[in-house]
C-alpha cells in the first residue's frame, strides 16, 4: 500500500523519489527449496497513485511510502529507499480514504482496486466485522481456507489496566493448546517482533482484524492483539523468512505498518486506546529464535528518564493543600454557552438558562473530560472552558484537575501541565514550547530532551490547564494572529500561544482552560469545543463549609457559634455562594470569637473588608495601606493582579505587606512577581483608593459606580466589585469605616466627595435604568446605608419591574427583597430567564407586596411541589395565586412540554382538593403564540391541541411564525375539534401553516361554534383554492360576529374570489375582506372591489 498526500487529481505526488528497489521474499539460505524468491525491478515511480494500483506490480514488491508530518512545520522528511524503513501508517491509510471520498470517480476506482466486491464502494460505511484491535506487541497471520477454528485468548487474560498512570500493560497468559490443522503452517520471524502463520480460520473470532492481500499466495491476514503461543504451541517454522518488517514511526509499541492508533480508532474501549511512545523493545537474535522457537512477551516501556518525569510530575500534583486552603467542597459544573448581549452588540456573554433547565455535567470532572474527550476528532486540539465569576473557585478546580489525574481518575491523559497564566503575562522574553510545560508551572519541573521528545509525539495524552485565562489580555491579538512557531523556534508568549490556539502546536491535545465570563479574551471562546460554568456554594454546603473551615483550625467549640453569628446576617449568607466570600466569612468569625462572646459580623461588604483589614492596617507603617490601594488601583486599570517587588514604595511597605497576607507569591511566579490573594480584595483596596486619593476629579467620580455608562470613552469596570466598595466607604460612619483603616487625618476628601456621590445617586431615576444597572443600584444604596439614599431608590422603583434575560445570583435575590419590602407599594415581577435559584424564588414570591410574578414554568411547578411536600400550605397558596403566564408564547418544544405540565398541575389538584378551583394562571390566559418553526411545529402541535380546551378564557390564538409553523390540514381538523369548548376566542390567526383545500373544508364545519365570539379570522399565506374558499364562502354568513378575514396570497383563482364576493354580500357585519392573490386577474380584483369596497387588495 502506498499513501500520498497530494489529492486524486495531482499529477505526481512530490515526494516520489526515483530510483529501483528489489523486493525478495525468500527463506534463509537452508531453505531455498521450500519457497520461490520472486524478485521485481522497478524503474521510477511516475504516475498518480490511481496509475500506480491499477499496474501489475506485486503489492509487496513496491515501496513503503513513509511521509509522516511535522507536527508543526507540516513538512515531509525525507524518503528512504529500503521497504524495510519506508511504512505506511494508519493515520497516512484514513487521510488517503479522505482524499479518495473527494471524487466520485476516484472512490470508485479504489473501491474496485483496493476493495473488490466484499466491501461496500462507500468507504464512509465500511467497516470490520469484529472492532479491530491496536498491534502493540506480536500478531498471528494465516491464510483463511480449509482449516480449524484458530483459538482466541481471552482479552480479560490479556490485560491489565493500571488506573493510576493510563496506560496498559499485558501479562503472561495461560498456555492453550493449539488445534492441529492439515493446511502447511508458515512461519514469518521478525527481528522486532515475530509473526506467526498459524492454520487457517473459516470466520474471524472476535479480537482479530482480517486484511487481505494480493499476490502473496496469502488469502487473508489476521492482526489479534495478544501474545502468541509458546513455542510449544507452534508447529516450528516450516516456510520463508523476511526480516526487516519496519516498526511504524509514529505508533508507539507495535512493529506493524498497519497498526492503528488510538486517534484512528475513536469506538474502541478504553484499555485499546492507551498506549505508549517512544519505546524500547525487546530483541533477541535470530539464531535463539531458530533454537528454541520462542517469541518475547515483554511489554515495549517508556525510556527510563520518561519514566522519571511521569513519576515526579506525579508527586508534584498529588500533593494536597493543608489546612482551610484545603477544604474541598463539591460543586456543580453545569453546562454553559455564549450568547449575545443583545441584538445589537457584538460583545457575548454567558447564557442564563432557568434552574430546571441547567444542564449539569453528569459524573463530575474526570467523566466530562472524558465524553468531550470522545467526542472529539481525530488528531484536533480539543478546547474546553471552565467559567466563574471572580472568587468562585475556579483557581481551586484546576488544581483538583491535576490531582484527579496524579491519582490515576484521568487515565485518558499520560501526561497534565497546568500553568498560571499570570506566568504567561510576560512581553518581549523568549521562549520555547519546553519552557511553556516545563518551567513556567507553579514549580519548575527538570526533564531532558527525551522527554520533550516522547511528549510531542503523542499530543493527544496531553492535557494543558490555562488557568485565570483573563490575565493574557495584555497579549491580546494572539488569537487571530497570521502564524503561529514552528515547533523548535524561540519565540514570544504572544507566538507560542498564537501557536496554540491555532493548532500548530501539540495538535490533538486539550486545552483546559478557567477565566472569567467576561472580558475580551472570553469573547472567542464561544466555539469552544465544551464551556463549564461553576455553580458556587449552595446554602447547606456554605454552612457545611463553616463547620470544616473551623474543624481544620482547631477551633471546633466555636463551630455552631460561628454558623450562628453567619445565619444572624441572612446578607453575608447570600454572599456565601462564593467560596472566596465564605472564606472570607470564617476569617473574620473566628478573629471576632476569640475576642469575645458578645461578637457580630457586619451586614455589608464593606464592613466584612474593613474588619478583615482594620487590625493589620493600624499595625502598619504610616499611609502603607494607601500606597498598596494605590497599587491595586493602577494593576486594575491595566487588567492585571500581579506586580513586581520594585513597584512597591519601599521595602518597608513590600514587608509588612506580605508579612500581613495582603499579597503574596502566586504559584509558577518568579521570585519577584507578587499577587494580591483575592480578586475582591484587589477590586476593596482599588476602592480605598479612590475614596482617599485627591488625584481623582469630582465630575469624574461617579463614573465608577458604572451605573450610567457613558457612550464616549466609558469605563470598562475592570475592578467590578468597586462601586459597591466605593459607595460604602463613602457614606459608612468614618469612625467605623474609614477611620479605622487609615486614622481621621487622611480622609480630608471623603466629605467632599461624598457629596457628590449623594447628589449623582438622588439624581438617578431607578426606573430608567436596565435591569443589571438598577441591580447594582440597590446593592450600592445597601452598602451606604445612608437613610435618604435608600428611601429615594426604593421609592422610585417601578410597579411592574421585569429582569428578563438578567442573571438573579442569591445576593441579587436578597436586596432586591429588601427594597421592595421597604418600597410600600405593590409589584409585577417578570422573573424569566433569571436563573434564580428555588429559595430565591420562594423568598419573593411570598413577600406580600409582590402581587403577580412571572417565572419559567418549570421552575415555578417545581417550587409548588416542594412547598406541598414542606407542608407550607399558605405560601403554596399565594405562589399559585400570584402566577401568571399572560401572554405566553411557546417558542421551544420545552415550552409546550411545560405549559402541559401546568395544566397536568390544575387537573391534579382539581381532583385531589374539594375547594380548589382553577390554577388562576390557566384560568386567565388570554393571549397564546405558537412559533415552533417548520420542523418542531408539526410535531409539537398536537401536543398543544390536547391541553388547548382547559384554558376557557382564551381570546387570542396565532399560530403564524415568521419561519411558517407548517401545522398542515390535520393540524386544522385537530383545532377544529377544539372549537365547541374555546367561548371566548375572538381572533384565530392561521397563516402560513401550509393548509389546503382539505384543512379549509375542516376549519369551515368548525367555525360555527365561534361564530358568537369569533372577531378576525387570518389563513394568509396558505395553499386553498377554489374548493377551499367555496367552503369558506359557505359558512361566511354564519360567522355573525366576523369582523376582519384575511385570505391573501393563497391559490384560488377567480372563481373562488367571485363566490367569497357573493357570499360577503350576505354578511353586512364583516369590515374587512382582505383577498388579494396573484392567481386572480387584476382587472377582476378591481371589479370585484368596486362593487363592494369592504374587499381590501392591499
Same mark, same amino acid.
Given at each position: 500500500m502506498i499513501r500520498g498526500r497530494a489529492a486524486t487529481d495531482s499529477p505526481r505526488p512530490q515526494s516520489w523519489r526515483e530510483g529501483e528497489a528489489t523486493s525478495s521474499a525468500c527463506g534463509s539460505p537452508g531453505n531455498s527449496g521450500s519457497s520461490q524468491c520472486a524478485t521485481m525491478e522497478l524503474g521510477p515511480l511516475e504516475g498518480s497513485y490511481l496509475e500506480l494500483l491499477n499496474s501489475d506490480a506485486d503489492p509487496l514488491c513496491l515501496y513503503h511510502?513513509?511521509?509522516?508530518?511535522?507536527?508543526?512545520?507540516?513538512?515531509?522528511?525525507?524518503?528512504?529507499?529500503?521497504?524495510?524503513? +519506508?511504512?505506511?501508517?494508519?493515520?497516512q491509510f484514513s487521510r488517503l480514504l479522505c482524499d479518495m471520498e473527494g471524487d466520485e470517480e476516484t472512490r470508485e476506482a479504489y473501491a474496485n482496486i483496493a476493495f473488490p466486491e466484499e466491501l461496500p464502494a462507500d468507504l464512509k460505511h465500511w467497516k470490520p466485522a469484529e472492532p479491530p484491535a491496536v498491534v502493540t506487541g506480536s500478531f498471528l497471520v494465516g491464510p483463511v481456507s480449509n482449516s480449524s477454528t484458530l483459538p482466541?485468548?481471552?482479552? $480479560?487474560?490479556?490485560?491489565?489496566?493500571?488506573?493510576?498512570?493510563?496506560?496498559?500493560?499485558?501479562?503472561? %497468559?495461560?498456555?492453550?493448546?493449539?488445534? $492441529?490443522?492439515?493446511?502447511?503452517?508458515?512461519c514469518l520471524n521478525l527481528p522486532e517482533g515475530p509473526i506467526q502463520f498459524v492454520p487457517t480460520v473459516s470466520t474471524v473470532p472476535q479480537g482479530l482484524w482480517q486484511i487481505s492481500g494480493t499476490g502473496t499466495g496469502v488469502s487473508s491476514i489476521f492482526i489479534y492483539h495478544g501474545e502468541v503461543p509458546q513455542a510449544s504451541q507452534v508447529p516450528p517454522p516450516s516456510g520463508l523468512t523476511v526480516h526487516g518488517l519496519p516498526t511504524s514511526p509514529d505508533r508507539p509499541g507495535s512493529t506493524s505498518p498497519f497498526a492503528p492508533s488510538a486517534t484512528d480508532l475513536p469506538s474502541m474501549p478504553e484499555p485499546a486506546l492507551i498506549s505508549r511512545a517512544n519505546v524500547t523493545e525487546h530483541k533477541t537474535s535470530p539464531t535463539q529464535r531458530q533454537a528454541a522457537g520462542e517469541v518475547s512477551n515483554k511489554l515495549p516501556k517508556w525510556p527510563e528518564s520518561v519514566e522519571q518525569f511521569y513519576r515526579s510530575l506525579q508527586d508534584t500534583y498529588r500533593a494536597e493543600p493543608t489546612g482551610p486552603d484545603g477544604i474541598l467542597m463539591e460543586v456543580d459544573l453545569v453546562q454553559a454557552r455564549l450568547e449575545r448581549s443583545s441584538s445589537k452588540s457584538l460583545e457575548r456573554e454567558l447564557a442564563t438558562p432557568d434552574w430546571a433547565e441547567r444542564q449539569l455535567a453528569q459524573g463530575g470532572l474526570a467523566e466530562g473530560l472524558l465524553a468531550a474527550k470522545e467526542h472529539r476528532r481525530p488528531r484536533e486540539t480539543q478546547v474546553i472552558a471552565m467559567l466563574g465569576k471572580a472568587g468562585q473557585g475556579k483557581s481551586y478546580w484546576a488544581g483538583a484537575v491535576s490531582r484527579a489525574w496524579a491519582c490515576g481518575r484521568l487515565p485518558q491523559y499520560d501526561f497534565v501541565f497546568s500553568v498560571p497564566c499570570h506566568c504567561l503575562n510576560r512581553p518581549?522574553?523568549?521562549y520555547r514550547l519546553q519552557d511553556l510545560l516545563f518551567s513556567l508551572g507553579p514549580r519548575p519541573l527538570v526533564a531532558a530532551d527525551e522527554v520533550f521528545s516522547h511528549i510531542v509525539k503523542r499530543p493527544d495524552r496531553i492535557l494543558l490547564i490555562l488557568d485565570a485565562f483573563e490575565e493574557l489580555e495584555a497579549q491580546d491579538g494572539f488569537l487571530h494572529s497570521t502564524c503561529g512557531p514552528a515547533l523548535a523556534e524561540p519565540c514570544s508568549l504572544r507566538g507560542l500561544l498564537a501557536g496554540l490556539f491555532q493548532k500548530k502546536l501539540l495538535r490533538g491535545c486539550t486545552l483546559l482552560l478557567t477565566a472569567r465570563p467576561r472580558g475580551r479574551l472570553v469573547q472567542s471562546l464561544s466555539k469552544a469545543d465544551a464551556l463549564f460554568e461553576l455553580s458556587g456554594f449552595s446554602m447547606e454546603q456554605a454552612q457545611a463549609y463553616v463547620m470544616r473551615y473551623f474543624e481544620c483550625s482547631g477551633m471546633t467549640e466555636h463551630q455552631d457559634r460561628a454558623l450562628a453569628l453567619l445565619r444572624d446576617r441572612p446578607f453575608l449568607l447570600s454572599h456565601s455562594h462564593s467560596p472566596t466570600l465564605c472564606q472570607a466569612v470564617c476569617q473574620l468569625s473566628e478573629a471576632l470569637l476569640e475576642l469575645g462572646e458578645d461578637a457580630e459580623l457586619p451586614s455589608t461588604?464593606?464592613?466584612?473588608?474593613?474588619?478583615?483589614?482594620?487590625?493589620?492596617?493600624?499595625?502598619?507603617?504610616?499611609?502603607?495601606? !494607601?500606597?498598596?490601594?494605590?497599587? !491595586?488601583?493602577? =494593576?486594575?486599570?491595566? /487588567?492585571? $493582579? %500581579?506586580?513586581?517587588?520594585?513597584?512597591?514604595?519601599?521595602?518597608?511597605?513590600?514587608?509588612?505587606?506580605? !508579612?500581613?497576607?495582603?499579597?503574596? /507569591?502566586?504559584?509558577?511566579?518568579?521570585?519577584?512577581?507578587?499577587?494580591?490573594?483575592?480578586?475582591?480584595?484587589?477590586?476593596? =483596596?482599588?476602592?480605598?483608593?479612590?475614596?482617599? $486619593?485627591?488625584?481623582?476629579? +469630582?465630575?469624574?467620580?461617579?463614573?465608577y459606580l458604572a451605573l450610567t455608562p457613558r457612550k464616549k470613552r466609558p469605563y470598562d469596570n475592570w475592578l467590578e466589585g468597586v462601586p459597591r466598595f466605593l459607595t460604602g466607604l463613602i457614606f459608612q460612619p468614618r469612625a467605623r469605616c474609614l477611620g479605622a483603616l487609615v486614622g481621621p487625618s487622611a480622609t480630608a476628601f471623603a466629605d467632599r466627595k461624598q457629596k457628590v456621590l449623594a447628589r449623582y445617586l438622588k439624581r438617578l431615576q431607578p426606573g430608567t435604568l436596565r435591569a443589571r444597572q438598577l441591580l447594582e443600584l440597590l446593592h450600592c444604596a445597601h452598602e451606604a446605608e445612608e437613610a435618604g439614599i435608600w428611601q429615594h431608590v426604593v421609592q422610585e422603583l417601578p410597579a411592574r419591574l421585569s429582569f428578563l434575560g438578567t442573571r438573579l445570583t442569591p445576593p441579587d435575590a436578597h436586596v432586591l427583597g429588601k427594597a421592595l419590602e421597604a418600597a410600600g407599594q405593590d409589584f409585577a415581577l417578570d422573573l424569566r430567564s433569571t436563573g434564580i435559584d428555588p429559595s430565591g424564588l420562594g423568598s419573593l414570591v411570598g413577600l406580600s407586596c409582590v402581587t403577580h410574578f412571572r417565572a419559567a414554568l418549570s421552575d415555578t411547578v417545581a417550587l409548588w411541589e416542594s412547598l406541598r411536600q414542606h407542608g407550607e400550605t399558605e405560601l403554596l397558596q399565594a405562589a399559585e395565586e400570584k402566577f401568571t403566564i399572560e401572554p405566553f408564547k411557546a417558542k421551544s418544544l420545552k415550552d409546550v412540554e411545560d405549559l402541559g405540565k401546568l395544566v397536568q398541575t390544575q387537573r391534579t389538584r382539581s381532583s385531589s382538593e374539594d375547594t380548589a378551583g382553577e390554577l388562576p394562571a390557566v384560568r386567565d390566559l388570554k393571549k397564546l403564540e405558537f412559533a415552533l418553526g417548520p420542523i418542531s411545529g408539526p410535531q409539537a402541535f398536537p401536543k398543544l391541541v390536547r391541553i388547548l380546551t382547559a384554558f376557557s378564557s382564551l381570546q387570542h390564538l396565532d399560530l403564524d411564525a415568521l419561519s411558517e409553523n407548517k401545522i398542515g390540514d390535520e393540524g386544522v381538523s385537530q383545532l377544529s375539534a377544539t372549537f365547541p369548548q374555546l367561548k371566548s376566542l375572538e381572533t384565530l390567526n392561521l397563516s402560513q401553516n401550509s393548509i389546503t383545500d382539505l384543512g379549509a373544508y375542516k376549519l369551515a364545519e368548525g367555525l360555527p361554534s365561534l361564530a358568537a365570539s369569533l372577531l378576525r379570522l387570518s389563513l394568509y399565506n396558505n395553499c386553498i383554492c377554489d374548493m377551499g374558499a367555496e367552503s369558506l364562502a359557505r359558512v361566511l354568513p354564519d360567522m355573525v360576529s366576523l369582523r376582519v378575514m384575511d385570505v391573501q396570497y393563497n391559490k384560488f383563482t377567480a372563481a373562488g374570489a367571485q363566490q367569497l364576493a357573493a357570499s360577503l354580500r350576505k354578511c353586512p357585519h364583516v369590515e374587512t375582506l382582505a383577498m388579494w392573490t396573484p392567481t386572480i386577474p387584476f382587472s377582476v380584483q378591481e371589479h370585484l372591489q368596486q362593487q363592494d369596497s369592504r374587499i381590501s387588495l392591499r
Open positions: 511510502i513513509y511521509d509522516q508530518m511535522d507536527l508543526a512545520g507540516e513538512e515531509e522528511i525525507e524518503l528512504y529507499s529500503e521497504p524495510d524503513t +519506508d511504512t505506511i501508517n494508519c493515520d482466541c485468548l481471552p482479552l $480479560s487474560t490479556l490485560f491489565n489496566q493500571e488506573p493510576a498512570s493510563g496506560r496498559m500493560r499485558l501479562e503472561e %497468559t495461560n498456555q492453550m493448546p493449539m488445534p $492441529s490443522s492439515s493446511s502447511s503452517l508458515s518581549g522574553d523568549v461588604l464593606t464592613g466584612l473588608y474593613v474588619g478583615l483589614l482594620g487590625r493589620a492596617a493600624l499595625n502598619g507603617p504610616p499611609g502603607a495601606l !494607601a500606597e498598596l490601594a494605590k497599587l !491595586a488601583w493602577e =494593576l486594575g486599570r491595566r /487588567h492585571q $493582579s %500581579t506586580l513586581q517587588e520594585n513597584q512597591f514604595p519601599s521595602a518597608d511597605v513590600r514587608t509588612w505587606a506580605m !508579612a500581613k497576607g495582603l499579597v503574596q /507569591h502566586p504559584p509558577g511566579a518568579t521570585e519577584s512577581e507578587l499577587a494580591f490573594p483575592s480578586f475582591l480584595l484587589q477590586c476593596f =483596596l482599588g476602592a480605598l483608593w479612590l475614596a482617599l $486619593s485627591g488625584e481623582i476629579k +469630582d465630575k469624574e467620580l461617579p463614573q
